[in-house]
């Protein structure tokens, strides 16, 4: 493509042209068609990562164990206020009259439909985390040793306060979380569709960096993305892996090792790899309506054996506190409850910000056709409301039972003995159909686990290749092979505290990389306003 049929790009009254080539940075050795800085510089750092990690495991282990509470309790007001900020942009882009500003243009129309697109966000945006975190989060809220870890410091003993872990689980896992994956996905979809540009991060960019977006400022922040993407997926990859080895312990009796952990990301890295070969319709859409059919069923299972009238009850009371609450929850200043916000905030914070770049760019290539405000609204409130649906219905169940003597499987794994990967089965122990339910909760963490690999395959793939969504299945299959290399170099070199770590030292310099992208998309927005 010559510099005479790209489109323009205009802004607030200036224009802005690219001689940018798909392709003129490209080689082709073995068939494969690489955006060469990228792709080179993101693959050799990351097999010397694995080979470093594998060979001093009991280094990197200390090292990871030092690097995550340093990091969040070193950034964790600038992580608050970011995150803050890119919410309350999201908001408001939803009243503005920018809001009606059409992906792809007036005329485009959505390539899925409702049921499809929704179902493609979940399992690449939640996935693994509601069934992995939905029973253990709550439950260490409430009932943790000495109440360090209370959110806000409040203690549930107290009448009226029962559910304040529910709360405090909603604030990481709904509106501020969303937020960032709308913001990245919103730009990514934006400057792709509506102005022309290659869908990658560096796109986002254009409106500031001008040209040099396709020289090494561009590689810089396509590499960047690359490395939050890897290491915020493979910390999922490597829970979900423990969680797998955690029900087939309890389901057949297989005693959780590395062994059995590292050949459980085996298996699922294959199974991912056919779907990656299979593409976006039928490998990833198929296996994510797969996964909203069955967590579907999971969770009514839950709410009619738990009582339904209890739950729906449960779910408007807390809701009715996380929104009177949140502005609490969102200030990062004189906060007493030290635990809960350097503990797992502002680790949530870094880790949602290290998955931006994976989920924004799913999301963008999926939703074509919609308007700006249906974007927001359907990546950032519904979701909301959804996870805190799941969140009171899992997590304040298991509340009520242990606050009624029983569960004892979840006080096992979350109180007694700190094992969260076993709190999802020992709550369902708790309930009828134990021998029936329990492998279709395993069967469900798979899939989620599947849809999370190759979804990120396609969007590394996407990012390496200059932007391309037609590169070859090789490299699909490369960067999916890889990320399974990566999960299994962390969880040997040091477990859940380097799986954590990995993504909180990534996300914290992509948070800088998310705020300037947020405007860049204002002054874009603004542009095809003015268009219309």
Same mark, same amino acid.
């Given at each position: 493509m010559t510099s005479s049929e790209q489109p323009d790009v205009a802004q607030g009254g200036m224009e802005y042209t690219t001689d940018y080539e798909m392709g003129q940075d490209n080689v082709r050795p073995l068939g494969l068609d690489i955006h060469n800085p990228v792709f080179l510089i993101s693959s050799i750092l990351i097999f010397a990562f694995v080979l470093l990690a594998l060979a001093n495991q009991e280094a990197s282990a200390e090292f990871f164990g030092w690097l995550r509470p340093w990091l969040t309790s070193t950034f964790d007001w600038f992580l608050v206020l970011s995150v803050n900020a890119i919410t309350l942009f999201c908001l408001v882009l939803i009243v503005l009259p920018v809001g009606s500003v059409r992906i792809g243009g007036k005329e485009a129309v959505p390539d899925y439909s409702y049921p499809g697109w929704i179902a493609m966000m979940f399992?690449?945006?939640?996935?693994?985390?509601?069934?992995?975190?939905?029973?253990?989060?709550?439950?260490?809220?409430?009932?943790?040793?000495?109440?360090?870890?209370?959110?806000?410091?409040?203690?549930?003993?107290?009448?009226?306060?029962?559910?304040?872990?529910?709360?405090?689980?909603?604030?990481?896992?709904?509106?501020?979380?969303?937020?960032?994956?709308?913001?990245?996905?919103?730009?990514?979809a934006i400057f792709s569709y509506n102005l022309g540009l290659?869908?990658?991060l560096r796109s986002a960019f254009y409106p500031i960096l001008g040209e040099r977006v396709w020289g090494w400022w561009g590689h810089m922040i396509d590499t960047l993305a690359v490395f939050a993407t890897l290491f915020g997926l493979t910390?999922?990859?490597?829970?979900?892996?423990?969680?797998?080895?955690?029900?087939?312990?309890?389901?057949?009796?297989?005693?959780?090792?590395?062994?059995?952990t590292v050949l459980i990301i085996i298996g699922i890295t294959l199974i991912a790899l056919c779907s990656v070969l299979l593409g976006m319709d039928k490998g990833v859409k198929r296996l994510s309506e797969i996964n909203m059919i069955m967590a579907v069923a999971l969770f009514f299972f839950v709410l009619?054996?738990?009582?339904?009238?209890?739950?729906?009850?449960?779910?408007?009371?807390?809701?009715?506190?996380?929104?009177?609450?949140?502005?609490?929850?969102?200030?990062?200043?004189?906060?007493?409850?030290?635990?809960?916000?350097?503990?797992?905030?502002?680790?949530?914070?870094?880790?949602?910000?290290?998955?931006?770049?994976?989920?924004?760019?799913?999301?963008?290539?999926?939703?074509?056709?919609?308007?700006?405000?249906?974007?927001?609204?359907?990546?950032?409130?519904?979701?909301?409301?959804?996870?805190?649906?799941?969140? =009171?219905?899992? %997590?304040?169940?298991? !509340? *009520?039972? /242990?606050? +009624? $003597? #029983?569960?004892?499987?979840?006080?096992?794994?979350?109180?007694?003995?700190?094992?969260?990967?076993?709190?999802?089965?020992?709550?369902?122990?708790?309930?009828?159909?134990?021998?029936?339910?329990?492998?279709?909760?395993?069967?469900?963490?798979?899939?989620?686990?599947?849809?999370? =690999?190759?979804? %990120?395959?396609?969007? !590394? *793939?996407? /990012?390496? +290749? $200059? #932007?391309?969504?037609?590169?070859?299945?090789?490299?699909?299959?490369?960067?999916?092979?890889?990320?399974?290399?990566?999960?299994?170099?962390?969880?040997?070199?040091?477990?859940?505290?380097?799986?954590?770590?990995?993504?909180?030292?990534?996300?914290?310099?992509?948070?800088?990389?998310?705020?300037?992208?947020?405007?860049?998309l204002w002054l874009a927005l603004r542009s095809e306003r003015a268009k219309l």
């Open positions: 399992a690449a945006g939640i996935g693994i985390g509601l069934l992995f975190f939905g029973v253990l989060e709550p439950v260490y809220y409430n009932f943790a040793e000495g109440g360090a870890a209370h959110p806000l410091g409040i203690d549930p003993a107290l009448p009226g306060n029962e559910y304040i872990g529910v709360v405090g689980t909603i604030h990481h896992w709904g509106l501020e979380g969303w937020a960032i994956y709308a913001a990245v996905g919103l730009s990514l290659p869908l990658t910390t999922s990859l490597g829970l979900g892996a423990q969680q797998v080895a955690a029900g087939l312990n309890e389901i057949f009796g297989i005693e959780p090792s590395n062994t059995v009619f054996a738990t009582g339904f009238v209890a739950g729906v009850t449960r779910y408007f009371g807390v809701m009715v506190d996380y929104v009177v609450a949140l502005p609490a929850l969102a200030n990062p200043f004189g906060r007493e409850d030290t635990s809960f916000f350097h503990g797992w905030t502002t680790f949530y914070w870094a880790w949602w910000i290290a998955w931006s770049p994976f989920v924004g760019m799913f999301i963008a290539r999926i939703s074509k056709g919609r308007t700006v405000r249906e974007f927001i609204l359907c990546a950032l409130i519904a979701p909301t409301a959804v996870c805190a649906l799941w969140m =009171s219905t899992f %997590g304040g169940a298991a !509340i *009520d039972m /242990i606050n +009624a $003597g #029983g569960a004892e499987g979840v006080t096992a794994t979350v109180i007694d003995s700190y094992k969260p990967e076993g709190a999802l089965f020992g709550f369902l122990k708790e309930l009828p159909l134990y021998g029936i339910v329990a492998p279709i909760a395993l069967i469900l963490i798979v899939i989620f686990f599947v849809t999370s =690999s190759d979804s %990120g395959s396609l969007v !590394i *793939d996407t /990012i390496t +290749a $200059g #932007g391309k969504l037609d590169a070859p299945v090789i490299q699909r299959i490369f960067w999916c092979t890889l990320e399974g290399l990566v999960a299994i170099a962390l969880l040997l070199g040091g477990g859940l505290s380097a799986l954590q770590g990995a993504a909180v030292s990534t996300g914290i310099p992509f948070t800088f990389v998310v705020l300037i992208m947020c405007y860049c």
